[in-house]
């Protein structure tokens, strides 16, 4: 299983970003995919993630509203749209299959993508 991520960048506050996550040797359509980031110096945390028929969950209440997770399952593909982005947004964003736990515990990491908001 290997999941890539792609997207980030730096970038300043309010402006928006669109994460990629491509996953291959998985069955991607039948199985939830989640999006968590780790900011320096903190634990990993659970961003949002979007179950096999769509359903979604999100994570802490500063995301909600600004950050939209979606699926292409042509394209086995997971996106984080994430808008009017802020400083405390900084981390390094991953994404996981292979759920163990609805909505947070999954078997399978990507290697992260950097996103850093900065004037």
């Known amino acids: 299983v290997q999941l890539v991520e792609s997207g980030g960048g730096l970038v300043q506050p309010g402006v928006s970003l669109r994460l990629s996550c491509v996953v291959s040797?998985?069955?991607?359509?039948?199985?939830?995919m989640g999006w968590f980031r780790q900011a320096p110096g903190k634990e990993r945390d659970f961003v949002a993630a979007?179950?096999?028929?769509?359903?979604?969950?999100y994570g802490a209440d500063s995301v909600k509203g600004r950050f939209t997770i979606s699926r292409d399952n042509a394209k086995n593909t997971v996106y984080l749209q994430m808008n009017s982005l802020r400083p405390e947004d900084t981390a390094v964003y991953y994404c996981?299959?292979?759920?163990?736990?609805?909505?947070?515990?999954?078997?399978?990491w990507g290697q992260g993508t950097q996103v850093t908001v900065s004037s």
């Open positions: 996981a299959a292979g759920l163990v736990d609805w909505p947070r515990r999954y078997s399978y």
């Open positions: 040797g998985f069955t991607f359509s039948t199985n939830s």
């Open positions: 979007i179950g096999w028929s769509g359903v979604t969950a």
